[in-house]
């Protein structure tokens, strides 16, 4: 062959290298073992979700023989039925000296439950306030705890909180309703809601078979002579007035 016709390419030439990178190169290019790390660890360190907040009902109350109180703890397992509510068991502090209460042979009363200050309804979302009957109101243990209150009423601390009330009295004509509606006063004048149940018991509400505590404004329970324990009606109905309650609350909330 002549000149110029076709070189053999000579062996001495250096092969061609690429002076840049392309873009899939970078993409596709191995992450350094320190990278990896750090992003490992910043997985690991990732702030966990934020818990849920539940909505409190405080559920206050006193009672002396425990026919209240047994209203109560029922009345909580009806609020914590409610998703996203959670209720909360106070006394009120009692005001008769020990030895008076030796003498009326009061049993001791339950270390579980913590007895409330006044300050610490300010931290309840909905509130139920059960006591037994004195004449046809309130017992005076209950009442010096709402007389207490008198700094919350004058910066009306509780002014639109749901409330209402459970009972407890000796006889049927002993003041199942009365001693509900007396204390509606003070609800009134803390510009609280008052939030009876009504009939929302259903059938219920009209059953004559057995003797049963409660009327539409709130659960109730006889105690006789002291001796007769709440029936199963008188619980159920306290137990439907804790999710009456924690869903109205919660509706309230959400609206």
């Known amino acids: 062959m002549g000149k110029g016709a076709g070189c053999v390419p000579s062996k001495k030439r ?4 690429r002076t840049e990178n392309s873009s899939s190169d970078v993409k ?28 409190k009902i405080f559920i206050v109350f006193y009672s002396m023989y425990g026919h209240v109180e047994s209203l109560a703890r029922r009345i909580k397992k009806g609020v914590d039925g409610i998703d996203g509510v959670e209720g909360f068991l106070y006394r009120v502090p009692e005001t008769l000296p020990h030895e008076v209460l030796e003498m009326m042979q009061v049993p001791p009363k339950n270390e579980d439950i913590p ?8 931290e309840a979302d909905g509130i139920l306030f059960g006591f037994p009957t004195r004449f046809g109101s309130m017992a005076a243990q209950m009442k ?16 639109g909180k749901p409330a209402g009330f459970f009972v407890s009295t000796g006889t049927q ?6 001693t509900a509606w007396t204390a509606i006063t003070q609800l009134a004048h803390h510009g609280m809601l008052f939030v009876p149940i ?30 007769r324990i709440a029936s199963e009606i008188e619980l ?15 509706k309230i909330v959400q609206a």
């Not at 250096?14 to 290298?17: E, G, I, N, S, T």
């Not at 010096?144 to 009423?153: I, K, M, R, V």
């Not at 004509?173 to 009365?178: A, D, K, L, N, P």
């Open 28 to 55: 596709n290019a191995p992450v350094a073992i320190e990278e990896r790390s750090v992003e490992i660890e910043t997985a690991n360190n990732a702030a966990p979700p934020p818990a849920e907040v539940k909505l």
């Open 115 to 122: 007895v409330i200050t006044a300050e610490e309804l300010t």
């Open 236 to 250: 159920a109905l306290a137990e439907h007035q804790g999710k009456y309650l924690a869903s109205t609350v919660k």
């Open 14 to 17: 250096p092969p061609a290298v």
């Open 144 to 159: 010096a705890f709402f007389d207490s209150t008198g700094q919350l009423w004058k910066e009306q601390k509780l002014a």
């Open 198 to 227: 009504g009939y929302t018991f259903g059938s219920n509400m009209f059953k004559m078979e057995e003797i049963r505590g409660g009327s539409p404004y709130g659960a109730g329970v006889y105690a006789g002579d002291g001796s």
């Open 173 to 178: 004509g002993g003041g199942q309703e009365t």
